[in-house]
């Protein structure tokens, strides 16, 4: 038997000096949706996410809770653990950047880095923005409203001047340039792609990767007055997850290069041109591809503290429901660019496509069964054109799933799922099986057997956005727990078997009520 194929997905590991809120939910679910699938679609799945827990901010912000900066990452780091756990998150493995193994990475990293000659000595005068943890030119900065400089992220600036080590980033505009072009996909969206491709095309400067202002970080190498730029120690994570710096046995081998990096576009500058530069000086291998979502806004506003409108997943989840949020936030826009939350919108959602296409129709179609086929699984006759369109559009809808799932196409995947899921209630309207039972016993078993069969097709692709509510469609309809893959299962061999019992059937997508107390 061949091997399966592998796939590693991350996300980006999240900065500890802030408190878990939509954005980080957002970005782990796509990864979790992504993950599962290609799980179901029978890959070697490996999914990392983690915390990045060194750097100047959190020895500021733990000094002012009056911990230690290790107490205060352990209370920080859980409470993003708690949330993987929250969403229903599928990860393999929880990094911490404070772990023992990501020391033993990073450092091996810099050895490399400066074997090959790219890391100098000297000393750095410049624009620093401790919120954003990075350096800026002069000519990114605006004039702030108190008249401070700040960063393109509106974080402030200051002047920072201190002995420093170089990584010689200039050197590598041209290399970068050149992978850029041979390989279209690694930035993705497009207009991710060009701003990248802009931005090393104007010039890149030497890059300072160490501090002597603070101490909570990775010690550089033989030089106990400098901690690691954190993003040089972030960026090192993706490799520690997968065993580095051991590079012939275990994960490195079988799961590197990443297949994807999923990130927030507020960091895809990292991730595509200091990252690629890292592993292109150190001779390693360049990940697959780097997708870079987009923000959200609350009705319509800014998420800001000071406005007071952060959104916060337990709160929306205990609202509305775990696979209810998980649908809407990848359905709402095309994955890529910003999006505009509204419990409007959510509602909506929830009541139209989840309740009435899809929970409906589940509804009725097995509640017909449960009256009308002794509750057992029917058995059909010869299937009409209309019948095998119906049960291919379901089949088909698979592959456009997969297509979709590549390009992270999440609403796109979803709207095909849709599209069918929508087909199925014209059929079932215009088949009308409860006229059938009195005309034409036979042909209405015929039908309710297809729309079965086409619920047990979606159910199965609509796993990696909604697990929970998806395993309890499949148990109504008796799917064997071995039976629910992607890539085998939902293949004709496999469709419902005449004369199996099922349970009493019960609804899964109960319409939104906003309580009037």
Not at 446 to 451: A, D, H, R, S
Request: glycine share 6%.
């Amino acid at each position: 038997m061949a091997e399966p194929k592998r796939y590693y997905i991350t996300t980006p590991i999240y900065y500890v000096n802030d408190s878990p809120h939509i954005g980080h939910a957002y970005t782990t679910l796509a990864c979790d949706v992504l993950a599962r699938f290609k799980r179901l679609d029978g890959y070697d799945v490996k999914f990392l996410t983690g915390t990045d827990e060194h750097g100047q901010k959190v020895e500021n912000s733990a000094r002012e809770a009056g911990v230690d900066p290790q107490a205060f990452t352990d209370k920080v780091s859980q409470n993003f653990r708690d949330l993987a756990d929250f969403m229903n998150f599928s990860h393999d493995d929880f990094i911490r950047t404070t772990e023992p193994r990501h020391h033993v990475a990073t450092k091996d990293l810099w050895k490399r880095l400066k074997d090959a000659g790219f890391i100098t000595l000297g000393s750095y005068a410049g624009w620093y923005a401790v919120r954003d943890e990075a350096f800026y030119g002069e000519g990114e900065l605006t004039e702030g409203p108190n008249g401070k400089k700040v960063a393109p992220s509106g974080a402030e600036v200051e002047w920072v001047e201190e002995p420093s080590y170089f990584f010689k980033l200039s050197e590598m505009q041209d290399r970068l340039l050149a992978f850029y072009d041979e390989n279209p996909d690694f930035i993705a969206p497009q207009s991710r792609r060009n701003e990248v491709v802009s931005f090393v095309s104007g010039g890149l400067r030497d890059l300072s990767i160490s501090r002597t202002t603070f101490k909570w970080g990775v010690q550089v190498p033989d030089d106990e007055d400098h901690i690691m730029y954190v993003w040089l120690d972030a960026l090192t994570n993706y490799m520690t997850g997968v065993g580095y710096p051991e590079t012939e046995t275990g994960d490195y081998p079988k799961y590197w290069p990443a297949d994807l990096h999923m990130v927030g576009k507020d960091i895809l500058r990292f991730h595509a041109v200091y990252w690629p530069a890292f592993l292109m000086a150190a001779g390693l291998d360049l990940p697959k591809r780097v997708f870079a979502h987009g923000w959200w806004t609350n009705e319509g506003e800014k998420i800001s503290k000071s406005l007071g409108n952060v959104i916060e997943p337990r709160a929306l989840v205990e609202k509305y429901g775990l696979d209810q949020v998980r649908y809407f936030l990848l359905r709402e826009v095309p994955f890529g660019n910003d999006g505009d939350f509204s419990n409007t919108a959510m509602v909506t959602r929830i009541n139209s496509e989840l309740a009435n296409d899809f929970g409906n129709l589940a509804q009725r179609v097995l509640s017909m069964v449960a009256k009308n086929c002794d509750g057992a699984v029917p058995d059909p006759g010869d299937f009409t054109d209309e019948d095998n369109a119906m049960l291919e559009a379901a089949f088909l809808a698979g592959d456009t799933l997969r297509d979709c799932m590549d390009q992270q196409s999440f609403n796109g995947g979803l709207d095909a799922l849709w599209t069918v899921i929508r087909q199925a209630n014209v059929y079932v309207d215009h088949q009308a099986p409860w006229k059938l039972k009195k005309e034409d016993p036979a042909r209405m078993a015929t039908v309710l057997y297809v729309l079965a069969e086409c619920i047990r097709r979606l159910a199965l692709l609509n796993q990696p956005f909604m697990p929970d509510t998806m395993a309890k469609m499949l148990d109504q309809l008796a799917v064997p727990l071995d039976q629910r893959t992607i890539n085998v299962h939902l293949s004709d061999e496999y469709r419902l078997k005449s004369g199996i019992d099922l349970p009493k059937p019960e609804g899964l997508f109960p319409r939104f009520q906003e309580d009037e107390g």
